[in-house]
């Protein structure tokens, strides 16, 4: 079983929905919590960092960590084609602080 | 302001050569990590340096190294490259690699033939 799962997707929705995009992790001593987006070919674009649990809004992005449950969440809200990349959820904790990441999710956006 | 650069963007090696990669950090940053990523997996952590000093090592072969310089630069190298080797190779930049916040590089896209 791998530490993070990620749905790879690809995840389809119409522009202007609202998408959900989640993880699950295994390592309770995570604590820091990131959503990368990364268009092909590119470095990945840090997106949202929290630290332990709750929300996080930043604009049209909101980040949700759960620890009891161990899930993440990246809701997008009012989704545009320019959206359309792939995200990838990274953690760390504990006693080294090597990001651990999901798969990536593929997300197309449709005009 | 610059972000996290590294050199070169694309790189072709042929098997059993060997290859240096660079990356300066954002200015203020004192940590540097490398990660390799194969085409439709998530990065995987090969080394963390903080302060000159190596913090962490990935599951990765000696033919890996890295060093970081007193300007927190760093370089990756690899030896006797295998095809397998062929991967985007990134370096993450933060202030103390302790949980804070990572910003990547465009990364280095190898090819080993």
């Known amino acids: 079983q791998k530490e993070v799962e990620q749905d790879p997707g690809p995840l389809s929705v119409p522009e202007g929905a609202i998408v959900s995009l989640n993880c699950t992790y295994s390592?309770?001593?995570?604590?820091?919590f990131m959503w990368y987006r990364q268009y092909s070919r590119k470095g990945p674009e840090l997106l949202m960092y929290?630290?332990s649990s709750g929300n996080k809004e930043d604009g049209r992005f909101t980040a949700q960590v759960d620890k009891s449950s161990k899930y993440i969440s990246l809701f997008i809200r009012d989704s545009q084609p320019s959206d359309s990349a792939t995200y990838l959820c990274?953690?760390?904790?504990?006693?080294?602080?090597?990001?651990?990441w999901g798969a990536g999710t593929k997300l197309i956006i449709k005009p | 302001d610059a972000g996290v650069t590294q050199s070169p963007t694309h790189l072709i090696k042929t098997r059993g050569q060997h290859v240096t990669l660079r990356c300066s950090p954002i200015?203020?940053?004192?940590?540097v990590s490398w990660y390799q990523q194969v085409l439709g997996q998530g990065p995987q952590f090969i080394f963390q340096?903080?302060?000159?000093?190596?913090?962490g090592r990935g599951n990765f072969p000696d033919r890996f190294s890295a060093r970081q310089f007193p300007n927190y630069s760093s370089e990756l190298n690899v030896n006797a490259l295998l095809l397998g080797d062929s991967a985007l190779y990134l370096c993450?930049?933060?202030?103390?690699?302790?949980?804070?916040?990572?910003?990547f590089g465009q990364g280095t896209r190898l090819t080993v033939v």
């Open positions: 340096y903080y302060e000159k000093e190596e913090r």
């Open positions: 929290t630290y």
């Open positions: 993450a930049s933060s202030g103390t690699g302790t949980g804070d916040e990572a910003f």
């Open positions: 990274a953690m760390s904790g504990g006693s080294n602080y090597q990001l651990i």
């Open positions: 390592n309770s001593a995570f604590q820091y």
């Open positions: 200015s203020g940053h004192k940590s």
